[in-house]
């Protein structure tokens, strides 16, 4: 896993902006190491680095990330190396290192009552749980998605919304809208404030940017939720994706090891260290 | 049928009140329903209620010319509409129009002002509950002007993205 296998890119699909989803298959014969929702590939564009990316990919009934023999990811170019991998094409190769990092808490959700939370590109980790979710919904009691954007324009994977909220409860918020805008206006804590939880038998996933993750843990506590129901995927300054290069180090944790996603009874005490 | 005393000592914003207080703020309000598309309040004009959202949502907006309405906040059930009966000069800041059929109590906001005047310990309570819903209001608008969810690079990596 530590070096990178050469992939190439399958299909690209552009998605909001600077934003694409690709899917990537490897050039050699060896089946993919199975990948687990919310997992990390360090995706390396050739001549210009290597990022941690979190794989967004359809998922099979076992849960794994993989569809066929791919892996599928979307990212935003907001660096040289993100804008590097924006710019491939299919065809265009690359090189892939992964899946690293411990996942959702697949197993912990049976039978509970999942409320997923999701804020701008978060929305990509949690779409393979949601997948996972769909294709096996008769193990979980009640799944709700609530997703928040910046505006109605800005929102990932607009089919896959429509197909969810067929079967599941999706409510979507954003800051700004037009007129034509039939969802709500606002902030997504404002949704989960009147929201309906079972306290004792629900567990929330969360994903999104930092600032809107403490909020919404604040809104749950509100409702009740104790922090061992709370789950959220950190990623920051992963490097070495192993545990070794020490970049991500957060108090005790590797990010890249110990998560990305992690109960957040177990980093509340680190989790407003503005100092980390 | 429910009267108006029952959903006004049920809602958030009167638990557990006094029940001479509401009593009295709900002698001051009113059933009202709207239709799709109604105004419950229009810029600018005087702020004379404000209401208790039962059922239905509504979006708080404001107007620009020639354009169509900016929505700048939505509101559903349990929701409040409507503080400019509290502050002078008592005129309505923004428009709120419903976006479904609504089921709300409109409470007279210059009826509950007078007996506050008279009736301070009322006035108190009131005004802290409003206040903890104004404090909600405030801290949601200041998320929306974080612009969190900016495509603009981030401080720190986030799922999906990084700086490098």
């Not at chain 2, 006004?8 to 709900?26: N, R, T, Y």
Request: with cysteine.
């Amino acid at each position: 896993m530590n070096t990178p296998r050469l992939f190439t890119v399958t299909d690209r699909r552009d998605e909001i902006t600077a934003t694409v989803t690709l899917e990537l298959q490897p050039l050699d014969d060896q089946p993919l190491p199975v990948a687990r929702p919310g997992q990390f590939n360090m995706l390396y564009s050739f001549g210009a680095g290597e990022v941690p990316i979190s794989l967004s990919g359809s998922i099979n009934a076992s849960d794994s990330v993989r569809s066929a023999d791919r892996y599928t990811h979307t990212l935003r170019a907001v660096g040289k190396t993100t804008e590097a991998l924006a710019r491939l094409q299919v065809g265009d190769q690359l090189g892939v290192r992964g899946p690293f990092g411990r996942g959702w808490p697949m197993d912990q959700l049976a039978g509970k009552k999942v409320v997923v939370i999701a804020g701008g590109l978060g929305l990509a980790p949690l779409k393979p749980l949601l997948e996972a979710l769909l294709a096996d919904i008769t193990h979980y009691g009640h799944v709700q998605l609530f997703y928040g954007g910046k505006r109605p324009e800005e929102l990932l994977y607009p089919e896959s919304l429509i197909h969810w909220s067929e079967k599941i409860e999706v409510q979507l918020s954003v800051d700004q809208a037009g007129p034509d805008w039939r969802g709500h206006v606002g902030v997504i804590t404002q949704l989960l404030a009147s929201a309906e939880m079972d306290p004792d038998n629900t567990l929330a996933v969360i994903c999104g940017p930092e600032i809107m993750m403490r909020f919404t843990i604040q809104a749950l506590q509100k409702q009740g939720l104790p922090d061992t129901a709370l789950y959220l995927s950190m990623e920051r300054n992963m490097h070495c994706a192993v545990g070794h290069c020490g970049h991500c180090q957060w108090g005790p944790h590797f990010i890249c090891k110990d998560g990305p996603v992690f109960c957040y009874a177990d980093i509340a005490p680190w989790f407003f260290q503005r100092e980390l | 049928m429910k009267t108006v005393a029952q959903f006004v000592s049920e809602h958030s914003l009167f638990k557990g009140m006094k029940p001479d207080q509401v009593d009295f703020i709900a002698s001051c309000g009113q059933l009202r329903r709207f239709a799709e598309g109604d105004y419950l309040t229009r810029e600018n004009d005087p702020a004379d209620f404000f209401y208790l959202l039962l059922e239905g949502h509504a979006v708080i907006e404001t107007h620009q010319h020639n354009q169509p309405p900016v929505p700048l906040l939505s509101l559903t059930d349990n929701d409040i509409i409507g503080w400019s009966w509290l502050i002078p000069p008592y005129r309505y800041q923004f428009d709120a129009r419903a976006l479904s059929r609504l089921r709300t109590v409109r409470l007279d906001g210059r009826c509950i002002r007078a007996k506050c005047d008279t009736d301070p310990a009322l006035g108190f309570e009131l005004l802290k509950r409003l206040a903890a819903v104004l404090v909600q209001r405030i801290h949601g608008a200041r998320f929306q002007l974080l612009d969190v969810y900016s495509a603009d690079p981030a401080p720190l990596c986030r799922p999906g993205e990084s700086l490098r």
